[in-house]
Protein backbone atom coordinates (compact mmCIF):
# COMPACT_ATOMS: atom_id res chain seq x y z
CA UNK A 1 0.00 0.00 0.00
CA UNK A 2 1.06 3.60 -0.63
CA UNK A 3 1.81 6.51 1.79
CA UNK A 4 -1.18 8.43 2.28
CA UNK A 5 0.01 12.49 1.93
CA UNK A 6 -2.39 14.06 4.81
CA UNK A 7 -4.86 16.86 3.18
CA UNK A 8 -6.62 17.93 6.16
CA UNK A 9 -7.48 17.43 9.37
CA UNK A 10 -10.63 15.70 8.28
CA UNK A 11 -9.48 13.62 6.66
CA UNK A 12 -7.01 12.37 8.81
CA UNK A 13 -9.67 12.27 11.56
CA UNK A 14 -12.06 9.99 9.43
CA UNK A 15 -8.88 7.58 7.80
CA UNK A 16 -8.18 6.85 11.41
CA UNK A 17 -11.68 6.10 12.55
CA UNK A 18 -12.33 3.95 10.01
CA UNK A 19 -9.13 1.90 9.80
CA UNK A 20 -8.59 1.98 13.40
CA UNK A 21 -8.82 -1.87 13.44
CA UNK A 22 -5.43 -1.79 11.50
CA UNK A 23 -1.65 -1.02 12.46
CA UNK A 24 -1.58 2.75 11.65
CA UNK A 25 2.08 4.43 10.90
CA UNK A 26 1.98 8.00 11.06
CA UNK A 27 5.04 9.98 9.65
CA UNK A 28 4.81 13.95 10.58
CA UNK A 29 7.93 15.97 8.58
CA UNK A 30 8.55 19.25 7.33
CA UNK A 31 9.63 20.45 3.79
CA UNK A 32 12.69 22.49 5.21
CA UNK A 33 13.90 19.66 7.40
CA UNK A 34 16.94 17.67 5.79
CA UNK A 35 16.33 14.35 7.99
CA UNK A 36 12.21 13.88 6.89
CA UNK A 37 14.19 13.19 3.11
CA UNK A 38 16.03 10.14 3.84
CA UNK A 39 13.13 8.58 6.34
CA UNK A 40 10.45 9.95 3.95
CA UNK A 41 12.25 7.12 1.60
CA UNK A 42 12.32 4.40 4.19
CA UNK A 43 8.23 4.77 5.28
CA UNK A 44 7.79 4.41 1.57
CA UNK A 45 9.51 1.48 1.32
CA UNK A 46 7.85 -0.26 4.63
CA UNK A 47 4.42 0.96 3.14
CA UNK A 48 5.11 -1.14 0.37
CA UNK A 49 6.54 -4.16 2.67
CA UNK A 50 3.13 -4.18 5.01
CA UNK A 51 -0.13 -3.78 2.80
CA UNK A 52 -1.96 -4.85 5.91
CA UNK A 53 -0.84 -1.77 7.83
CA UNK A 54 -1.94 1.96 7.02
CA UNK A 55 0.80 4.44 6.10
CA UNK A 56 -0.19 8.40 6.75
CA UNK A 57 2.64 10.97 6.23
CA UNK A 58 1.40 15.03 7.82
CA UNK A 59 3.45 17.61 7.23
CA UNK A 60 3.87 19.32 10.67
CA UNK A 61 3.59 23.03 9.17
CA UNK A 62 0.38 22.36 7.37
CA UNK A 63 -1.72 20.86 10.02
CA UNK A 64 -0.86 22.41 13.30
CA UNK A 65 -3.83 20.63 15.16
CA UNK A 66 -2.64 17.09 14.15
CA UNK A 67 0.46 17.68 14.85
CA UNK A 68 -0.22 19.29 18.52
CA UNK A 69 -2.48 16.53 19.40
CA UNK A 70 0.09 14.03 19.09
CA UNK A 71 2.20 16.82 21.15
CA UNK A 72 5.30 16.76 17.93
CA UNK A 73 7.87 18.79 18.81
CA UNK A 74 10.93 17.75 16.71
CA UNK A 75 10.72 16.07 13.12
CA UNK A 76 10.78 13.65 11.89
CA UNK A 77 8.34 11.82 14.31
CA UNK A 78 6.72 8.95 14.34
CA UNK A 79 3.23 7.33 16.02
CA UNK A 80 2.00 4.02 15.79
CA UNK A 81 -1.38 3.46 16.40
CA UNK A 82 -3.94 0.15 17.11
CA UNK A 83 -7.41 -0.16 17.72
CA UNK A 84 -7.28 4.28 19.01
CA UNK A 85 -4.40 3.36 21.14
CA UNK A 86 -1.02 4.64 21.16
CA UNK A 87 1.62 1.89 20.80
CA UNK A 88 5.13 3.73 20.13
CA UNK A 89 6.70 6.91 19.38
CA UNK A 90 9.72 7.26 17.56
CA UNK A 91 11.91 10.44 17.10
CA UNK A 92 14.65 11.44 15.17
CA UNK A 93 15.77 9.84 11.59
CA UNK A 94 16.86 6.62 12.58
CA UNK A 95 15.62 3.85 10.08
CA UNK A 96 16.74 0.65 11.97
CA UNK A 97 14.48 1.89 14.92
CA UNK A 98 11.57 2.67 12.48
CA UNK A 99 11.69 -0.47 10.89
CA UNK A 100 12.51 -2.47 14.16
CA UNK A 101 8.92 -1.05 15.26
CA UNK A 102 7.04 -1.93 12.45
CA UNK A 103 8.00 -4.93 12.57
CA UNK A 104 7.09 -5.68 16.12
CA UNK A 105 3.78 -4.54 15.92
CA UNK A 106 2.73 -5.51 12.17
CA UNK A 107 1.00 -9.19 12.02
CA UNK A 108 1.69 -9.97 15.09
CA UNK A 109 -1.61 -11.42 16.79
CA UNK A 110 -3.99 -8.96 19.21
CA UNK A 111 -3.25 -10.39 22.27
CA UNK A 112 0.51 -10.01 21.72
CA UNK A 113 0.42 -6.26 20.66
CA UNK A 114 -1.43 -5.57 23.48
CA UNK A 115 1.45 -7.16 25.89
CA UNK A 116 4.00 -5.75 24.09
CA UNK A 117 2.05 -2.34 24.22
CA UNK A 118 1.40 -2.71 28.42
CA UNK A 119 5.38 -4.06 28.87
CA UNK A 120 6.50 -0.17 27.11
CA UNK A 121 4.53 1.92 29.89
CA UNK A 122 6.72 1.10 32.22
CA UNK A 123 9.70 3.14 30.10
CA UNK A 124 9.14 5.72 27.55
CA UNK A 125 9.29 5.25 23.42
CA UNK A 126 10.13 9.00 23.05
CA UNK A 127 13.68 10.50 22.59
CA UNK A 128 13.65 12.42 25.78
CA UNK A 129 12.43 9.83 28.62
CA UNK A 130 14.26 7.00 29.44
CA UNK A 131 12.57 3.70 31.23
CA UNK A 132 12.10 3.48 34.71
CA UNK A 133 12.58 0.30 37.14
CA UNK A 134 10.30 -2.66 36.16
CA UNK A 135 6.91 -2.26 37.61
CA UNK A 136 6.11 -4.64 40.29
CA UNK A 137 4.66 -7.96 39.57
CA UNK A 138 1.37 -9.03 41.41
CA UNK A 139 3.58 -10.38 44.58
CA UNK A 140 3.31 -10.93 48.09
CA UNK A 141 1.95 -8.21 50.23
CA UNK A 142 4.46 -6.05 51.18
CA UNK A 143 4.78 -4.97 54.51
CA UNK A 144 5.73 -0.81 55.20
CA UNK A 145 8.94 -1.32 55.54
CA UNK A 146 9.07 -3.18 52.07
CA UNK A 147 6.97 -0.70 50.51
CA UNK A 148 9.10 2.04 51.49
CA UNK A 149 12.17 0.54 50.70
CA UNK A 150 11.37 -0.18 47.01
CA UNK A 151 9.47 3.67 46.57
CA UNK A 152 13.10 4.91 48.12
CA UNK A 153 14.35 3.00 44.62
CA UNK A 154 11.92 4.31 42.69
CA UNK A 155 12.23 7.59 43.12
CA UNK A 156 15.62 7.42 42.38
CA UNK A 157 15.56 5.45 39.29
CA UNK A 158 16.76 8.42 37.06
CA UNK A 159 17.67 11.63 37.60
CA UNK A 160 14.13 13.01 36.82
CA UNK A 161 11.44 10.38 37.86
CA UNK A 162 7.61 11.29 36.60
CA UNK A 163 5.15 9.72 38.44
CA UNK A 164 2.05 10.04 36.23
CA UNK A 165 -1.06 8.11 35.07
CA UNK A 166 -0.32 6.69 32.15
CA UNK A 167 2.78 6.33 30.24
CA UNK A 168 4.65 10.01 28.14
CA UNK A 169 3.05 7.89 24.63
CA UNK A 170 -0.89 8.02 26.34
CA UNK A 171 -1.00 9.85 29.51
CA UNK A 172 -4.15 9.07 31.46
CA UNK A 173 -5.17 12.35 33.03
CA UNK A 174 -4.43 15.63 31.33
CA UNK A 175 -2.02 17.02 34.43
CA UNK A 176 0.06 14.26 33.35
CA UNK A 177 0.08 14.93 29.80
CA UNK A 178 1.06 18.75 30.60
CA UNK A 179 4.09 17.86 32.49
CA UNK A 180 4.91 15.68 30.15
CA UNK A 181 4.61 18.29 27.09
CA UNK A 182 6.49 20.50 29.90
CA UNK A 183 9.77 18.01 30.10
CA UNK A 184 9.98 17.41 26.11
CA UNK A 185 9.62 20.82 25.83
CA UNK A 186 13.05 21.79 28.00
CA UNK A 187 14.18 18.51 26.75
CA UNK A 188 14.33 17.00 29.88
CA UNK A 189 15.84 13.37 29.96
CA UNK A 190 13.11 11.46 32.51
CA UNK A 191 12.03 8.15 33.95
CA UNK A 192 8.19 7.44 34.24
CA UNK A 193 5.99 5.02 36.44
CA UNK A 194 2.47 4.83 35.65
CA UNK A 195 0.86 4.46 39.20
CA UNK A 196 -2.14 3.31 37.62
CA UNK A 197 -0.42 -0.05 37.46
CA UNK A 198 0.32 -0.70 40.71
CA UNK A 199 -1.70 0.59 43.62
CA UNK A 200 0.89 -0.17 46.36
CA UNK A 201 2.61 2.63 44.87
CA UNK A 202 0.22 4.77 44.01
CA UNK A 203 -1.28 5.01 47.76
CA UNK A 204 1.93 4.61 48.92
CA UNK A 205 3.85 7.47 47.17
CA UNK A 206 1.36 9.57 49.08
CA UNK A 207 1.90 9.17 52.07
CA UNK A 208 5.64 8.26 51.49
CA UNK A 209 5.79 12.05 49.87
CA UNK A 210 3.48 13.95 51.87
CA UNK A 211 1.82 15.02 48.75
CA UNK A 212 -1.32 13.93 47.95
CA UNK A 213 -1.98 14.35 44.00
CA UNK A 214 -0.61 13.20 40.60
CA UNK A 215 1.63 13.55 39.05
CA UNK A 216 4.57 14.15 41.22
CA UNK A 217 8.21 14.72 39.64
CA UNK A 218 11.10 13.90 41.42
CA UNK A 219 14.83 15.05 41.07
CA UNK A 220 17.68 13.37 42.46
CA UNK A 221 15.35 11.87 44.26
CA UNK A 222 13.85 14.73 46.11
CA UNK A 223 10.16 15.50 45.39
CA UNK A 224 9.55 18.72 43.45
CA UNK A 225 6.07 18.79 43.17
CA UNK A 226 3.17 18.71 40.83
CA UNK A 227 2.32 20.30 37.70
CA UNK A 228 1.21 23.95 38.93
CA UNK A 229 4.85 23.77 40.69
CA UNK A 230 6.60 23.03 38.23
CA UNK A 231 5.23 25.54 35.65
CA UNK A 232 6.29 28.23 39.20
CA UNK A 233 9.97 26.93 39.41
CA UNK A 234 9.91 27.67 35.42
CA UNK A 235 8.68 31.26 35.53
CA UNK A 236 11.08 31.86 38.48
CA UNK A 237 14.00 30.20 37.14
CA UNK A 238 13.95 29.39 33.79
CA UNK A 239 16.98 27.39 33.93
CA UNK A 240 15.24 25.05 36.84
CA UNK A 241 15.44 21.87 35.32
CA UNK A 242 19.12 22.54 34.44
CA UNK A 243 19.95 23.73 38.28
CA UNK A 244 18.16 21.30 39.75
CA UNK A 245 19.38 18.42 38.54
CA UNK A 246 23.32 19.11 38.49
CA UNK A 247 25.05 17.07 40.82
Request: aromatic share 8%; proline share 6%.
Amino acid sequence: MSVIEIESDEQFAQLTKDESSKLIAIYFHTPWAGPCQQMALVFKTLAAAHPEALFISVNADDHVEVTELFEVSAVPYFVLVKNSTILKELSGADPKKLVAAIDEFSGKADNKVETKAESSSTGSSDATSTPAAPAATEPKEESEEELNARLTKLVSAAPVMLFMKGSPSAPQCGFSRQLVAILREHQVRFGFFDILKDDAVRSGLKVFSDWPTFPQLYMNGELQGGLDIIKESIEEDPKFFENATAV
